[in-house]
């Protein structure tokens, strides 16, 4: 049985929905539904599970459940990847060590790591998909400046207390929600909060190397007026912005909203928007399909115009062209 909803869009900053539900579904369809909604996959020939899944946006949380053992292959991760088994063991690897988990134990991933879950029978876990300029956007912004990406999630975390127990509960109620149509988290503003709810969670859950500076007493942060403008770039940062229209959002003059960003931010207001943007070209690069998408449609699509100044940029910022991130793609 299926059930789906049409995503609206795949843009960030969107929400939309998709779910499917399969009973003792076979290894191709297993493949079909975890290459749509996780990463791609290899499996056994005598896979077969029981698999219900939603997205919401950036956000994909699914139940999986394995009547005998079983091993997912994931190549290459996508994305940020939480496992949350609910019953039986998971094993896997990370940077050359194995890594076992319980219901009491959840294990991370990050973008470009392989992902390899080792399921003994009878077990059952929550897998949570989290797109990768999502998260470091939802801590950018918890920490009002930029981050360089990826977070490095540990490869193991405890959730029998503190934080990541309440967290996991949230992931569980998500979970809970799966099988009701009328759910509230169907609803595009709760689902936004709770995306932002998951996401803001896991980053103050987990130890990585913003964690302290996250969970540090709040200094006091960029005023009102710039706050304002950091979040119309965020939130459109394709938007052909002048330095006039950012310092009308602002309600400043030119040059106090200048000065403004290199107190409170770092730079100039449209050399954040220019990094942005790197940012947002940067991920879409690394999840597009190179025989469906161009460097140019990618780099128009994210608000540059001018392809040869871009290049130059993007190079500076990520050590490669664009082109090469585009032919890596997975």
């Not at 779910?19 to 076979?26: L, M, R």
């Not at 207390?161 to 998500?174: F, K, T, V, Y």
């Not at 040059?255 to 770092?266: E, P």
Request: hydrophobic letters at 40%; one cysteine or more; aromatic letters at 6%.
């Amino acid at each position: 049985m299926v059930d789906a909803l049409p995503c609206a869009t795949s843009a960030p900053g969107t929400v939309y929905f998709d779910s499917v539900y399969f009973d003792s579904v076979d290894r191709d369809r297993v493949r079909d539904v975890l290459n749509r909604f996780y990463h791609p996959v290899s499996a056994g020939a005598d896979l077969q599970l029981d698999v219900e899944v939603i997205q919401l946006g950036p956000l994909t949380v699914g139940h999986l459940t394995f009547a005998r053992s079983a091993t997912l292959d994931f190549s290459e991760a996508a994305a940020y990847h939480v496992t949350l088994p609910t019953s039986g063991v998971v094993r896997s690897s990370r940077d050359g060590r194995e890594v076992v988990a319980t219901p009491t134990t959840a294990l991370a991933f990050r973008p470009g790591d392989r992902i390899q879950l080792r399921h003994e029978p009878n077990t059952a876990e929550i897998d949570v998909r989290i797109e990768s300029w999502a998260l470091e956007a939802e801590l950018a912004g918890l920490l009002g400046h930029p981050i360089e990406g990826p977070i490095d999630l540990p490869p193991a975390f405890d959730l029998t207390e503190g934080p990541a127990h309440s967290w996991s509960r949230l992931i569980r109620l998500l979970r809970d929600e799966l099988e009701h149509e009328t759910s509230l988290i169907y609803q595009p503003l709760i689902a936004e909060q709770l995306c932002s709810s998951v996401l803001s969670g896991l980053l103050l859950s987990v130890s990585h190397r913003y964690h302290d500076e996250l969970v540090a007493p709040a200094a006091t942060g960029p005023p009102r007026p710039i706050r304002r403008v950091l979040e119309a770039i965020s939130g459109e940062p394709e938007r052909a912005f002048t330095v006039g229209e950012l310092a009308a959002i602002a309600g400043t003059s030119i040059r106090s909203l200048q000065s403004g960003f290199r107190r409170h931010v770092g730079s100039a207001p449209m050399t954040h928007l220019q990094q942005v943007r790197l940012t947002r070209v940067h991920e879409t690069l690394r999840r597009s399909d190179p025989a469906a998408v161009t460097v140019a449609d990618v780099a128009h699509r994210w608000g540059f115009a001018h392809l040869g100044r871009f290049a130059s940029a993007y190079r500076k910022r990520f050590g490669e062209s664009p082109s090469e991130t585009l032919r890596s793609a997975t």
